[in-house]
């Protein structure tokens, strides 16, 4: 299926950093509720109301628990699978210490993540991941 420009729906109008995934929730979840939450697209004082009210209690608070690198990892201390929509966050906090020099401890992450997963191909990226890091090779 394709948009007006002639793009696939699901292509973003950017390149997207495959580097680096940002972590997301839908509000619902931000917010708590095991349930996605959706309001009718009209100027509704009470929609717009409610709308607010789950941005302010849920949603903000949420982004701002990621809103630092040094934020992104203590939020991620100790969790190993997926979280919603988002990357691994051994993934993230490997890239962020690799960064910040802190190799030793990123290998250790990614060398964790190589062994614990199912999808057959994702030892294979997370390999290619450490060296483009600089953390060398995984197996050895």
Same mark, same amino acid.
């Given at each position: 299926? @394709? ?12 390149? *997207?950093?495959?580097?680096? !995934? ?7 979840? =931000?917010?708590?509720? !095991? ?8 100027? +509704? =004082? =009470? &929609?717009?109301?409610? $709308? /607010? ?6 949603? *903000?608070?949420?982004?701002? !628990?990621?809103? @630092?690198?040094?934020?992104?990892? *203590? /939020? ?8 919603? #929509? ?8 490997? &890239? &962020?210490? =690799?960064?910040?020099? /802190?190799?030793? !401890?990123?290998?250790?992450? $990614?060398?964790? /993540? ?13 390999? #290619?991941? #450490?060296?483009?890091?600089? $953390?060398? +090779? *995984?197996?050895?």
């Amino acid at each position: 299926m @394709t948009a007006a420009n002639n793009l696939p729906v699901d292509t973003p109008p950017f390149p *997207l950093n495959t580097t680096f !995934k940002y972590n997301s929730a839908r509000l619902g979840e =931000a917010f708590g509720e !095991k349930k996605d939450i959706w309001w009718h697209a009209r100027n +509704d =004082a =009470a &929609i717009i109301h409610d $709308l /607010q009210r789950y941005l302010n209690d849920g949603g *903000l608070p949420f982004l701002d !628990k990621f809103s @630092t690198r040094d934020k992104i990892i *203590l /939020q991620w201390e100790g969790r190993s699978g997926n979280m919603g #929509a988002s990357t691994t966050p051994r993934i993230v906090r490997a &890239i &962020i210490l =690799a960064e910040r020099g /802190q190799l030793e !401890k990123a290998r250790e992450l $990614l060398s964790e /993540q190589v062994l614990e997963t199912r999808n057959p191909r994702h030892p294979e990226y997370v390999r #290619a991941l #450490a060296k483009r890091l600089g $953390l060398g +090779d *995984l197996n050895g």
